[in-house]
């Protein structure tokens, strides 16, 4: 089982995944030719030569971007509790002060300053944890980097490791105050021992910062799923489904697919209920933007987050409940079962759930609400609790069902 062994993570359930970097200047298209896929590989699908590529470095000039205000919106607005921002994605440009490499945000562009640190900053005066991405494997601007769909034989990949990975990691865990986090990604080719070199350095300098399941050979301290990919079934231990609101991760400007705030709520409440946290993606324009249409739904997915943390957040996995409800999602806490409410009802019919109840409440307002303990006709047991008027059209809330015993008696079905 993964243990992170760090409670924050265990309790955080929602954070903010950033990607930025070069590819965000061309935002989908190089040369008239778009990219039909996800806009960071843009310079792996288009067959970019490095030398191309490292000229959009002379354009970036973020002007508009604020830190700040990202970070303030994530933790008061989206109720985000950490971020995770790319220092370096495959493209292989750090988006902060590297010295071992001058390919970095503050030496090779016109912006010269450290997005990474601004981000930091911002994150210690929220009070966000912090995290970055570094591509740990794969890096197409060095030759001994690795690169997907590509030969990779007879590239140096440990020189890579020593002269580039390394000396980055080790800036990254000095010169950024704490690093929670670390989301390694694509480990194709690390063998065991590379993995491990990578490990001891980090916890070596920085023993609670955990690692992603992506390390390489599974030596991570939690499972990452695959992209968008929600386990079906409750797992157990920490783990977490990185994820976009589009279908990008990096700024693609043809794409708008924004999924529906109503998707990402129930998707949130699917891997909380499964004991996950949601990490999900923003993709900055080449001037710092969030596209507007990708900040209409996290504020809006926000309004639910922060209207019903006492339901989300610090809450564990839920045990398996027989039925598939379309309306309906479940989180605990000891002694207490959410059930969050995500289609219009008259009342809640919690059926096969055998508990003493003590009370029932919403959880916006703590308001008591009438509820009744006993047996449907066909003898199975049920909690059903009346829902006031106003909310009889309503949808996206959470009721409390405070029991009086520790956890949820899901009975099993029987002929
Ligand atoms: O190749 C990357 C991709 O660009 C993006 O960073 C995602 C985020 O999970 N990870 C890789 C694909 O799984």
Redesign the pocket.
Known sequence: MNDTKQQWFKDAKYGL?I?WGLYALLAGEYKGQKTDR?A??IMNYLNIPVEEYRKLAADFNPVDFNADEIVRKAKEDWGMKYLVF?SK??EGFAMYNSPCNDYNVVKATPYGKDILKQFRDACTKYDMKFGF?Y?QA?DWDDPDGFM?TRDNSGKNFQRYLDEKCKPQLRELLTNYGEISLI?F??PMGISIEQTQELIDLVKGIQPNCILNG?TGNHMGDYM?T??NFIPRLPYEGDWEV???VNDT??FNKFDNNWKNPDDIIRMLLKISSRGGNY?L?IGPDALGNVPQGCVDVLDEVGRYVNDNSEAIFGTKRVGLYPYELEWAQFTQKDYKLYVHILQPRLRVELLNVANNVKEVYLVKDHSPLPYMVGKVCEGDSVIEVELPKELHEKKNYAICVEMEEKEPIFEDLKG
């Open positions: 995944f990607h996800i960071e590989w790319t994605h495959h991405y591509s794969q997907h989301w990604d694509t992506r990452t695959g992209d990185p994820a976009t991760w990096g990490l993606n």
